[in-house]
Nanobody, 123 residues
Framework: QVQLVESGGGSVQPGGSLRLSCQASGRTVSQAWFRQAPGKEREFVAAIRAGSMTNYAGSVKNRFTISRDNAKTAVSLQMNSLRPEDTAIYYC????????????????????WGQGTQVTVSS
């Protein structure tokens, strides 16, 4: 069983930046970030998989960057040009499976989840 612990959330003004980190207790192959705003379903944000290939939701592309360490036990999400609509609880997710692109968007593809970290973007 792999445990994931997120950190780095907080409050920031529109246009600001935050960096989220997720530390895993063991090695995983594919990792992702999802988010859930109040009253909304959890949605995909970004993923990184075998070969360090990355993909992003359209709403965050060119603003957010997902990365991970070589040991594949830590994954980060650099968030720039933050907007009020980015306000949500952000969750780290991971699996020991090597996901194909289409699978990275699905919550059910991930076996392990963090507890979530709050990101609030407000003036």
């Amino acid at each position: 069983q792999v445990q994931l612990v997120e950190s780095g959330g907080g409050s920031v003004q529109p246009g600001g930046s935050l960096r989220l980190s997720c530390q895993a207790s063991g090695r995983t192959v594919s990792q992702a970030w999802f988010r859930q705003a109040p009253g909304k379903e959890r949605e995909f944000v970004a993923a990184i998989r075998a070969g360090s290939m990355t993909n992003y939701a359209g709403s965050v592309k060119n603003r957010f960057t997902i990365s991970r360490d070589n040991a594949k036990t830590a994954v980060s999400l650099q968030m720039n040009s933050l907007r009020p609509e980015d306000t949500a609880i952000y969750y780290c997710a991971a699996t020991q499976s090597s996901l194909i692109l289409s699978s990275t968007y699905r919550l059910q593809s991930y076996d392990y989840w963090g507890q979530g970290t709050q990101v609030t973007v407000s003036s």
